[in-house]
């Protein structure tokens, strides 16, 4: 048996071991949360400098922005143009509607935490998207017609599909929203 040379080795191997599907990204999803946080929590360090005028919480992000990278290579190890970038947003914005979704079910409004919920959860899709090679830039960003996407019908995923109030086609978002569903299974051991 080969002899593990450190805590990253450890832990990647341990996470490898997990994937018997190579499109089980349970870890990849823990992780991806934990990112979310982290982008939280340099928010937050800006707002209390902010608010209490202590420059020692704005001297806590770079090392809290430092860890948010490392755990942000480990996603997205290569990327083109701004795909860093858009990552980390949606990340963040996928996380800021989840929170005003809790606040919206904790006061009892329902309808509007659902809806943000749902808008969450397509930001999070999306990312994946962006990250798997689902999405394809250009002179605008298209769906890719891949194999690796579950599909329930014989129909290609770059259909042209009615389009919401914004713009985004809600037949695609529905695929990819089912192809994260499947791929991502964050009870698998």
Same mark, same amino acid.
């Given at each position: ?41 340099? %928010? ?5 400098? #902010?608010?209490?005028? /202590? @420059?020692?919480? !704005? +001297? $806590? ?37 989840? %929170? ?5 079910? #904790?006061?009892?409004? /329902? @309808?509007?935490? !659902? +809806? $943000? ?37 014989? %129909? ?34």
């Amino acid at each position: 048996m080969e002899k593990i040379k450190n805590v990253k080795e450890f832990v990647e191997k341990l996470d490898n071991a997990k994937k018997v599907n190579p499109k089980d990204l349970s870890s990849d999803q823990d992780l991806t949360i934990g990112i979310m946080n982290l982008i939280s929590i340099e %928010e937050h360090l800006m707002f209390s400098g #902010a608010k209490t005028g /202590k @420059k020692e919480f !704005y +001297d $806590l992000i770079n090392d809290v922005r430092e860890q948010r990278k490392q755990m942000m290579q480990k996603i997205i190890p290569s990327y083109e143009g701004e795909v860093w970038c858009i990552s980390k947003h949606l990340l963040a914005s996928s996380m800021r509607l989840f %929170e005003v979704g809790t606040k919206a079910l #904790a006061a009892g409004n /329902k @309808k509007d935490a !659902y +809806d $943000l919920f749902d808008k969450s959860y397509g930001l999070y899709c999306m990312f994946w998207g962006l990250n798997m090679g689902m999405l394809n830039g250009g002179t605008d960003v298209k769906w890719v017609k891949t194999s690796n996407v579950p599909q329930k019908q014989e %129909e290609p995923v770059c259909t042209l599909e009615d389009k919401d109030e914004v713009g985004v086609s809600q037949g695609r978002m529905s695929r990819l929203k089912s192809w994260v569903k499947n791929a991502v299974n964050c009870c698998i051991e």
